[in-house]
């Protein structure tokens, strides 16, 4: 058997307790060792292969993993934060589907909402932002051109910005050109949750200075929009004019 597990976002603690059971139960532990904390692989119990897979092709991950199941061992396939966002699990449980290979997935606590916690901010705020978008710039790897930031900038939802810390003046000149302002908030998390967490306020102008003064060229999220401000209007569900199914409200409407 084979599970997929998310890390989490760095910190050890924020491993679910269902992937730290996995991890202590593993015979063989295939982890990204340029994203993974390294600290996770303490509670792995003695005698288990733990393999960095950061130099490895994905035809030699699924050759590992064929060979535990062949032997009877059971694999983990660490993969940091949640796996199925930018985890490219879909193609290791493709190759596993095609050899007849049992897999599951245990998620994990994502980075972006390690870099809001950080903040600390939220990203669905009542007349501000009911949206979130998840997403990346086309870099090496391409982007659908339905996808391009601009396109997705003209919607001005709260946005997390994955694996984008290297093309900031890309990043900026995109947004703009979807109608955010120079001036508009936005934020920098530099390995949130790990012990050098950095929280860099700024501005969509400002994104690649303020990068370069900190020296956070990668391994950190980019977050814009209004949500970053902090204003928003109250809550309906603790209103206590408004009427929902645990609570009658005192509105003259409540009936």
Same mark, same amino acid.
């Not at 590992?64 to 032997?71: I, K, L």
């Not at 090496?140 to 946005?159: D, F, G, I, N, Y």
């Not at 003046?169 to 508009?184: C, F, H, I, M, R």
């Given at each position: 058997?084979?599970?997929?597990?998310?890390?989490?976002?760095?910190?050890?603690?924020?491993?679910?307790? #269902? *992937?730290?059971?996995?991890? %202590?139960? @593993?015979?063989?532990?295939?982890?990204? *060792?340029?994203?993974?904390?390294?600290?996770?692989?303490?509670?792995?119990?003695?005698?288990? $292969?733990?393999?960095?897979?950061? /130099?490895? /092709?994905?035809?030699?991950?699924?050759?590992?993993? !064929?060979?535990?199941?062949?032997?009877?061992?059971?694999?983990?396939?660490?993969?940091?934060?949640?796996? =199925?966002?930018?985890? !490219?699990?879909?193609?290791?449980? $493709? #190759?596993?589907?095609?050899?007849?290979? @049992?897999?599951?997935?245990?998620?994990?606590?994502?980075?972006?909402?390690? =870099?809001?916690? !950080?903040?600390? !901010?939220?990203?669905?705020?009542?007349? +501000? =932002?009911?949206?979130?978008?998840?997403? #990346?710039? %086309? *870099?090496?790897?391409?982007?659908?051109?339905?996808?391009?930031?601009? %396109?997705?900038?003209?919607?001005?939802?709260?946005?997390?910005?994955?694996?984008?810390?290297?093309?900031?003046?890309?990043?900026?000149?995109?947004?703009?050109?979807?109608?955010?302002?120079?001036? $508009?908030?936005?934020?920098?998390?530099?390995?949130?949750?790990?012990?050098? +967490?950095?929280?860099?306020?700024?501005?969509?102008?400002?994104? @690649?200075?303020?990068?370069?003064? @900190?020296?956070?060229?990668?391994?950190?999220?980019?977050?814009?929009?209004?949500?970053?401000?902090?204003?928003?209007? #109250?809550?309906?569900?603790? $209103?206590?004019?408004?009427?929902?199914?645990?609570?009658?409200?005192?509105?003259?409407?409540?009936?």
């Amino acid at each position: 058997m084979v599970h997929f597990v998310g890390a989490g976002p760095g910190a050890v603690d924020l491993i679910t307790v #269902r *992937g730290q059971k996995l991890i %202590a139960s @593993a015979d063989v532990i295939l982890y990204a *060792g340029s994203l993974v904390n390294p600290e996770l692989l303490s509670g792995a119990k003695p005698g288990c $292969d733990c393999l960095n897979t950061a /130099t490895m /092709t994905l035809e030699e991950v699924v050759a590992r993993m !064929a060979r535990a199941e062949a032997e009877g061992q059971t694999t983990v396939r660490l993969h940091t934060g949640d796996p =199925s966002i930018y985890g !490219a699990i879909r193609e290791q449980m $493709d #190759r596993l589907d095609a050899l007849g290979i @049992a897999y599951d997935v245990t998620p994990g606590v994502s980075s972006f909402c390690a =870099s809001a916690a !950080a903040i600390p !901010a939220e990203f669905t705020l009542p007349g +501000q =932002s009911q949206t979130v978008i998840i997403t #990346r710039m %086309a *870099g090496r790897t391409p982007v659908p051109e339905k996808e391009r930031m601009s %396109a997705l900038a003209a919607h001005r939802a709260s946005m997390a910005i994955f694996l984008s810390a290297g093309l900031l003046e890309e990043l900026t000149a995109e947004l703009v050109e979807g109608g955010y302002s120079p001036d $508009d908030p936005a934020a920098i998390v530099y390995k949130a949750s790990w012990p050098d +967490q950095k929280v860099l306020r700024c501005t969509v102008g400002t994104l @690649a200075e303020t990068a370069r003064q @900190a020296g956070a060229a990668r391994t950190a999220m980019i977050l814009v929009g209004g949500f970053l401000d902090g204003g928003c209007e #109250r809550s309906l569900l603790y $209103d206590p004019g408004f009427t929902h199914m645990f609570r009658k409200g005192t509105a003259p409407d409540a009936d």
